[in-house]
Each structure stands twice: as structure tokens, then as C-alpha cells.
């Protein structure tokens, strides 16, 4: 670039390490507004230390049956987030040096120390984000943090977090009482054993730690390893999937293994909401075909689609809840994924159609009282027009939380101010928090008491409902709803 | 649900009943800021009492020829309101017990204080929704309630209501002159003879309630009863609408019929807002063939379209402005629909573009100074995309009032927020209600003159515009905006 | 209209015209909350006369080449801004009222004094726009104008304004020091020889007024004058152009040329957002076939999409930064653009889809470090689902400032709002300025100053950053971001 485009020289004052020490203001994410945030404030105290319900976790049910120790800060807070990597990625440091596995297995930093420091050395990145304030909480609450994080202080943050990892009040079931956490579910392909449920059965933990049965890799017959996972299938089913009747029968059998292990829902993550069912006569078809080879890429949407149609029916069955979590066109870089694998930050959301898409599920199931489905989405285009209109009419449709990148202070105001005025507070599912980062699981439930808090003290002070309703409403929102919405239906 | 999902036991302190007296605050739906409130107050008291121009209303002209007292509580207030009613079906109570009436004669709840007791009952779903608004200004200012609703309190209101709605001075005609409404319009199908109307007129309200002209049963060639309502078409205007060219000479027929009532305007509800000509040769073709027998899907939209376009034409020939609300998906539930009927809060709306679709109409009469269009949508991401700069360029466009579900206090407030920077107030229509609920009319024009007052008072405050203006500017949002867009073109 | 309809007739008072003196609050678009306000005004206080980088202008670099004094403050401030004219426009004034030049040379006002008149008696209209925001500043801090625009003050601001332009301190030069503009680059078309940049860089402002390089008009092979267009490119890069190697060729020439005279960017006005390249054999044979006669719209298109995608691999190059402003349907009314020509306010934003359509160059290129693009759209709906997920990834992209419409106070909020949380602060390439009214530069980067201020004074008074690095934040997108935005890459 040009000599004239030098950057702002006396920069310094503002450039120095920030020396204040790192602590949680008690009001943060409460509104700005002083007499607004003494409402917030009052209407959060009753919700604040209700016990967690947290019905879409990703932590492995291995984590907990095992208990072992946390590794290192950098193994537990940086490299497994991609929230976290694929922001010091957008600013050209390459995933090798955050210590994120290559699938060919070549070299990445193993340093757990020195990948610490340049998640510290980047701190600034994270300024405004959802990630900064899960972070803040983390280090401060959980880890006993008093320092900023920058470069000249990684060091001594390090060391901190090291060494209260090491405590064994800091294992991860001892976690669970720390966190409050009343059900934890986790996230398990329809071809688990769920061996590590069992474990826990026998810990004492089974109506604790719940399965969710998430058969998208059985759903998408365009997925490399497709023909292996109905395989798979098979053997853990004991039901024979070279058939389309044999694969629904695997799927109910393993339906009722979640069940029986205390899993309360299923969940669907498909790049569109489209319910429409094909013909069973035209679902086997494509079902021998697509383990004879490869089918179109329209097929394979169609046979999505079918799936999540069929899914439904089977709710009705055995009550399971199933949650969809449609719009995300997954690893948007081939190159990526080819080198690092799935999840590392580079989903992208598209925008995602429900009025159509919905009709065919909800034309045959949204009456049925046996019914209930969650739904979920990253466009927020569809709160006031489609899905706000659609959870106020249908009675087995409840709205899910702000997901994935909307699950943020803004993320959330945003969504109850375009989603209550149509659908209501008690057409959505309360809080349901979405996360590898098992640490976070606190600070993400947290906020979101803190933002309805702040959204109902508005409502309080434009004289729209009482203050008595608010508080009733934030309790409902935190720990009745999402009961509610995750019970098992009758069948 | 396994046990360990109980609610949360001690919540019976907040679960109490609401003793509070019902009062509506001076203050309501105004900014929550202190400061911002007290400008807004001020910019409020200035439009609050100016009379309401009411151009797009659901109530049958009968209601006022007639002007029968009303039946009771909820038969006013419940049973027709698919705002209220879906809200209580989302959450499982079905529509029979809710008094709608079934298009088989099947049993429905008759007993009118049951049905109110199941909507008290249910009075928190609504926290946070404009139908609390509404209802909560009705009972308190038209009806003098003063009791928060719940099961407790039931009986007393609906004594308190039907005591009200027995006096005289609570007939259909006489609340024209309590609630302060100027001119309030109709809406009344393409068919319809008019004779409430002429009623009217010998009544001395001929230009106080007038018609709107809405030929959707006639536009729309895959409606079952479409062919019965052209014959009905012919009958009414004494033209032979056997022919394409027919149709269109009936439909300019009853134009001057609605003209000659007083009419100002016509109404579209389209499911797209495409209005791509067709040739005249191929119109009259496809009529033809419509009146044959069935035609497809993509026909009956094209024509559709096409009718748009030439209700342009017309509307350039008799100066009836052109409203067009399109965009939403009627009967998304066609079980609801087949039991119950339309409008029972089944109606979901899908996004909708304009920026393409409007185009060849504004091609050909955009620039034309006989020709008003008036466009309202329930798509929100149009506003500053594509509705505002349309509305910021062509002199015949002007920006209805948030419609349908976005008729809500945050609703107006994104409305305001999303349009005025690219289109102005002055290219904006000005409040306009829709609503079935003739009782919550002042509700719903009081309520938008806060919002507004919020507004501007925020930009007061940010020193963008002076009081002044901000007062000047609710006036004319209140009063002489929807007088100035819905003034007939001298044609 | 009926007689009914009469405006309220009591409006006298508020109907006045306004006497106050025109002024500038100091605390003007900052938050109208007091304490937040306070915050904020530190914040800006840091950042508020810092130099201007000015990435994106339309000035052409012949008005400061010939610094010639301006002609008149219609023709200065009215005429030429068609966000100003389109605005009257929209309410019925003609366009040849305003001095709108006719393409066949018709008759339009010519009077400078009557425009300027019809312009102050409609100043109630650019209530709530920046258009008002932006001319309020220009009248009060560069024209030094004291008076409210209206009927009867129109003559004397008139005459403050022709005073002060014929003052030797106001010619274009003398204007780029008293704005502080440290950078400015103008938008030159891919056959420009640049005579009027050589001539800069003889005055000495060869790296101050720099070029860049837009080749929309040989981009689009449906244009017009296409044709035209790819011979006068052979012409002025010496390059023959009659074959699609030949106009590659040429194209780096010219990239080498804009380089060579200081140019650090590239600019793409595209309908859409796709870069989905052709192979080279078919990408040749559809270039000589436009050359030889009309091709598909899908071809147009495609070709448009294709060059896209080639730019990216020159961008790696010669390391010119990538500007995209997809989305804009140009010329909306075709008869405004046959009577009037482009750029009179008819353009107006369609849908825009960036996932799917970026894919193709993210894939080859955005983890390349020579690359960087900055990305604008008109569609809001895209920050928070695609724009800022996307930034958030990858390394090569920069999400541009709001653009066009929503280069305005509402439409800065909602920016930082929908895009903070996912890509953070760091990934949005600060503020850039895109106007033909130069008068307005300053204006328009104080505003963008005053806005992030506020927001940033939010999130300190949430507790989410602290104010030391609000004020460091503050200064990064006023001055440092763009420049590193807008460093040529080291190709």
C-alpha cells in the first residue's frame, strides 16, 4: 500500500495493555437504561438461580461416565470452540496454529501454552461478541480469573486455569452440581449404543444425562459414509436395513433404545424445512438405488424431506419431541473440511423457507396431540413472518431459542421482539442452550435471563404488563417452558 | 416425562390471581426512557384526540344499517377474533370449545359464558401481544371494566360488558360517534349489491360509512365458488360476463357502482405481488377456458396477476385508489379450513417481492397523476429493501401502516424505523386498521399515535428533527396522510 | 374526494413557518439516552477529527484536476444528488422542474433560483432522512448558512451559498484541507486513460486523489454500448480486444495503469452476488458470440458471474482490493431512464443471496493472502445470516459499511447490531463514504462516527467491553480499518 496510508501514529496511549482487573459486573447485559435496568434487575433476581435445563448439549456422554480431568485451558477453551477459531481464521491465522487437527494427520502446534497466547493476543477480535462475554463468565466464575487476557498476562491466566482444573471439584460430573444442572441432554447418532448412557445408568446419572437421537447421517443418502452408517445401523439395531421397511423399522428400534435410555427428543439438522413425504412406494425405491449408488441431488433432498415427514409419524408413536434445525449449508469450503474436517466454523447459513416447506407435517400432525416439534433457525427473517404465525396457530409447534450465532444478547432481544407480539411468550420452548463448550453452559443460560429480564422490565415500563407477570413469565421462560416443551408426549 | 421434570414446586407465590384493579396508565406503549417520554407525551397530546379515518375495515355495513345491540361478551369479543382464538388453540384448546362455528353444523360450545371463562382463563398467553393491548383498552375505556381477567374474575366482567353492551348507547351506529370516527370504509366483494350501503345513505351516513371494492373471488379462477361469482357478477352489474371482455366491463360496472356509493378505494389480496400483464388475447383465452373447467396452478396465478395490472388501468379511469396486500398463504391447514372455515387464524405469511413484481404496473402507470396504489405487506425485510425506495421514487405509491400481525407496537416501531430514512413520512399512508374487532378500533389508532410519538421523539431528541416538526408530523401521520392517500383521483 | 374528507382545517399554528435559527446540536445522532449519551460523546470526542479516508467517492477527479469554483447551489447541492431529487419526485414534481437534464435535450428549468426554491418549500419531506441530516451539516458547517430552509427564507440561503462558493477557499482543492481528507479515490470505468489522475499527480496529489478501477460497463455484455465499450478498452490499453484472451489482456493493462497511478481497488455493481465461473473455452465462445449479436439473459448473467470470479485471480495479481455492491435493479422506470439517463433515484434493491453465491471464489480464493474483498449490500436481511458469518470465517473478506439507503443513522445502528456478535469489529472494513455530493463527505463520516459511538457507549454501559477499548474501537473504524481494508495486497 501506499506510503500515505500509514497508520494513526500516536496511538499508544490507547494501544497499552489493559492492566484493570477482569471481573463480572453484576449488571452486565442488563439494559442501559438506568430505570429499565432496576426493573430488569428485580425481575432477574427470581430467575437467577433456578437449576438449568440444557436439552441440546454436544458434550460427549463419554465426558461424563469417564470424569476425567480437563486437559489444558487452550484444549478445553480454544481449540474444540470453533466460535472461538474461526474468528482468529478470518484474521489470517492459520487453523495449524491454533492446534486444530489436520485429517492427515500433518503437523499442528501442540503447545497447548503458546496456542493460549495467541487466543490471548487476539482478544481483541472477540470485542462485541457472544464468545467475549461466555469467556468473561467462564474465566471469572468458573475458573477464578482476575486478569485480563492479552499477551503479557497468558502467561499467569494459564497457570490459573491449570491449576483449578486439576482440583477434583472440577471434574466434569462434579461440574454438573456446580453448574446446577438439573438434565443435561447429549447429542448421539441413531447408530449409538449408547454404551456411555448405560455407564451413567449405573452411576446414578441416567435421568440426568440424556440421550437425543440425531439420525441425519442416515438421513442424507449423499454422505460419504452413508451406505456405512445404515450398515452400522443395522448391527446396533439387529434389525436388517437393506430395505426401506428394514431401515424404518432400525430407526424405531432405535427410537425405543433412546427412550428406554431416557431420551426425551430427536433432532434434525437438514439444510431446508421441507416436510413433503414421498410415496412409500417411491421412498424404497430411492432407498435401493442410493445403496446401489449414487441418486441426484434432488433425490437426496427428497429423501430429506421424506424423513423428516416420517419422523414425525414416529413421534407420534413414542412421544419422542423432535427439534429441527434447519439453514445451515455446511463446510461452505471444501478445502476445510478436506483438511481439518466438519465443524470448524465454516457453516454458513442460507435463507430458509417454513410456511411451505412445514405444510405437508403440519397439514397431517399439527393437531395431533401426540405431536410436538421445536423448531429452530439462523435466519431471523422468519421470526415475525413465518414462525411467530405459525407457532401462535399450531398446537404442537413451540418456537426454539435464538441458535448458534444468534444465541448473543442481540440475537436474543431481537427474537423475543419480533417473535412475542404474534406467537406469544408460551408458544416458545424457554431457553435451550446449543454448545461444545461444556464451561460456557452457565454464562450461555445466564444471559438469556438477563436479556428476557431486560426485554420484559420494557414491557413492564411501557405499562404493556405488570411486574407480577414478568416475573411469573422470566421463571416460566427459564425453567417451566423448557420442561414443558421437552416432555415426553403421551403416545 | 421422566420424574425428574417436575415444575418447579414452590412457584405459588407468583401463581397467585392478579387483584390489581384494571386501569390503562397515561403513560402506555411510550418510550420506557424517562426523558423520551416526556417529549413523546407532548408530541401525543398534540394527535390524540383527532378524529379516526378508518379506510380499511372488516365490519359488515350491515352491523351499522341494522344496528342491532350486540349479542354478548364473547360473541364480541372472542369468537370472531381470529387474533384471540388461534392464540388459545396454539395451546390446545380446540376451536368447538371456543364457540367457532363448524361448516358441518357439528356441536360447538353455545354457552357464551363458558367460552368467556376459557378465555380469561387463558389471559396470560396473551402477555406481550397486541391483542392484550387491544382487549386491555376495550374493557377498561369502551366497556369501564375494572378487573384483570382470570378465572376468578370471569363472571363479574361478563356481567360487566353484557350490562354495558344492553344500553343504548352502545348500538353499532351510536359507538361511530363514541369512538370519534370520521369515515370508516367497508369491505365488501366485487358482487356484493350494495343495498347496506344505500341503507346507510337513507340513514344520513352515506359518506360516513362507504364501500371498498374487493373483486379477489373473481380474480382468482381456481376459488371453488369462482364461476358461481362471476354469474353472481353478471346478475349484480346486468353486464354478461360469459366473455373475457364481459368481465371486465361488469367489473367496471360495479366500479361505478362502489363510486356512486361513496366508494374510495378497491382492495387486493394476492398471494404474490406479480402483476405481469397478459395480452388481451390470452386473457380472454384463458377466461374461456377458467370458465370451462380447471386450469393450472400457473394460470390462475398469471391471471392474477394480469388483473392487478388492469385494475391499474381502471383505477386510472375512475380514480379509486388501489390497495394491495399481498403475500400471505390462506388456510395453511386445510383440515381447519374444511371444518371451520377461512379466517381462523390459520393464514401464514411467505416472503414476497415487489421490486420485480410491481414493476410492470409502475412501467406503465407509476408516473401517471390519476393513479394511487397503496401497498401493505407482512413481510417485514421489504421495508427498507425494496417498499421504501419504491415508495421514495414513484409519485403514485405511498406505504400502507404495518398490517396484520405487525399492527403491534414494536411492529409500528420497525415500521417507522426500517421505512422513514428512504421514503419519508410523506410517502407513508398514514394510520390505517384492519381488524374484524370494531370495538378495538380507537385501541388500535391510539395505540399507533404513541408509537409514532415514540418515534419522533427519539428523533427530537437526537436533535434530527425539532418539536416542532415532530408535532407537526404526527398530525399529519394521525389525520392528513390517510385523507391525502386515500383521496379519489380526479380521474 | 368526498367533501367529507376535508384536511382539519386548525392546523394554522403548527402550519407556521419555522423561525429558528439553524444550528448543529453538539450532541446530534448521538443516543437520546442521557447517561449513554455521555459515554458516547467520550468515545466520539476520540475519534471525531481524526482524517478522513475517503475509499469509495464519485467526485470525478476532473473537478479537482480543474478546480473550477461550483456554479450555483442548486446545481451544487440539489440537482446533481438524486437521493435529493428523487424525493420531490415522489410527491408529483416533476423532474424537468428540477433542472433534471432531458436526453433529448428538451426544456427543463435552467433557473438556479427557482430550483432552489422548490427545493427549500419542500424541506418537510426529508424529515427522519440523512438527506436532511447530511444537508443540515453541509448548510451550517460549510456554508456557514444560518436559516431553516422554507418558502420564505429559500432566497437568502441561496444567496449565503453563492457567496461563499465564489470565495477562492471554497474551490474543490482548498475543500479537500478543510475537510481533512487525507485519501480520496474517485470511480473510473475500465477505459479511462486516467488523463485527469496524471494531471493530479502533476499538482502533487497523485497519492491523495487516486483511482479505481470499474469495469461494470465490459463486465455486462447486454449493455448498450458494450460494443463500444470493449473497442475503446483496445484502444486505451493498446490491447487488442476482439478476442476473450485479448480482452483479459487488456484488463490487467488497465488494472496495471490504475495501479500505476495510485489505484488500490477494483468496484463491481452486479444484480447479483454470483461468481460462478465458466470454463475458458466456453467463457471465449460466449464472448465472441456477444460480440457478434445478442445473447440470453442467462448468458449475461453468466458471463457477469464468470468475470467475478476472474477478477479475484487478478486481484491476487496485482493485489487490488475487491469491492462488490451487488443487488440493485438499475433503472427500475424505463422511461425516466429514456427521457432522463441513469442514476435519477430509480434504482431499487432486490433479494441478494451471498452463501451460494460467493462459494465459488471463497472456494479458489479466500483463503489466499494476496486476496481481500469488501462486500456491500442493500439487503439488510443479509448482515446477521450470511455477510457476517461469512467475515467471520474468512480470512480474504471484509464486510463493507452500509451502504446507499443505509448509509443513514437507523441503518448504521442496525449494521453494527446484526453484525457485531458473528464477525466482530475487526472483519468490517470501518467507514466508507459512497456519494456524488461532495459538500456531504464530512458530514457523512461525522455520522458514522456519532453512531458507532453510541453503539460502542452501549456496550460499555452492558458491561460488555470496557470504555478504554470502546475509545480504541472507536478510532480503528474511523481511521485504521480502513486503511488496512484498502492496503493493496503484496501480490
Sequence with gaps: MSASLELQPDLHRSR????????????????????????????????????????????????????????????LLVVPDHYVTRMMVSQGIAPEALGIPRVDGGAVETDSRDIWRTFCGNWKLFRGTPSRYWLEHELVEVFGVDLVPGVETADAIYDQIAARIAEPGFRPRQLLDRFSIELISTTDPATSDLRHHARLAGQGLGERVVP????????????????????????????????????????RERRRAFVAAGGLATDHGHLSADTTPMSETAAAVLYAR??????????????????????????????????????????????????????????????????????????????DPRFRTILFTVDETVYSRELAPLAGAYPSLRLGAPWWFLDSPEGMRRFREAATETAGFYNTSGFVDDTRAFASIPARHDLSRRIDAGYLARLVLEHRISQHEAVETAIDLTYNLPKIAYSRRSA
Excluded at 33 to 56: G, K
Excluded at 221 to 237: H, Q, Y
Excluded at 306 to 334: K, N, Y
Aim: glycine share 6%.
Design 16 to 75: 497499552r495493555a489493559d492492566k484493570r482487573e477482569l471481573t463480572l459486573h453484576p449488571d452486565r447485559a442488563l439494559p442501559a437504561d438506568t430505570r429499565q435496568r432496576a426493573v430488569a434487575r428485580e425481575i432477574y433476581e427470581q430467575s437467577a438461580r433456578l437449576p438449568l435445563i440444557c436439552m441440546h448439549g454436544h458434550v460427549e456422554a463419554e465426558v461424563f461416565a469417564d470424569n476425567k480431568p480437563f486437559t489444558d485451558p487452550a484444549q
Design 212 to 251: 437425543t437421537f440425531r439420525p441425519d447421517a442416515v438421513f442424507h443418502v449423499d454422505r460419504p459414509g452413508w451406505r456405512a452408517e445404515t450398515a452400522r445401523l443395522a448391527e446396533v439395531s439387529g434389525v436388517d436395513t437393506s430395505t426401506y421397511a428394514g431401515f424404518l423399522d432400525a430407526l
Design 290 to 367: 442410493a445403496l446401489a449408488g449414487p441418486v441426484s441431488p434432488e433425490e437426496v433432498q427428497a429423501f430429506a424431506a421424506h424423513m423428516l415427514f416420517v419422523t414425525a409419524g414416529m413421534a407420534c408413536e413414542d412421544g419422542l419431541v423432535m427439534q429441527i434445525h434447519p439453514g445451515v449449508l455446511r463446510d461452505h469450503h471444501t478445502g476445510v473440511l478436506a483438511r481439518h474436517g466438519q465443524d470448524k466454523g465454516f457453516d454458513i447459513p442460507v435463507a430458509t423457507e417454513f410456511t411451505r416447506s412445514l405444510r405437508p407435517m403440519l397439514e397431517r400432525y399439527g393437531h
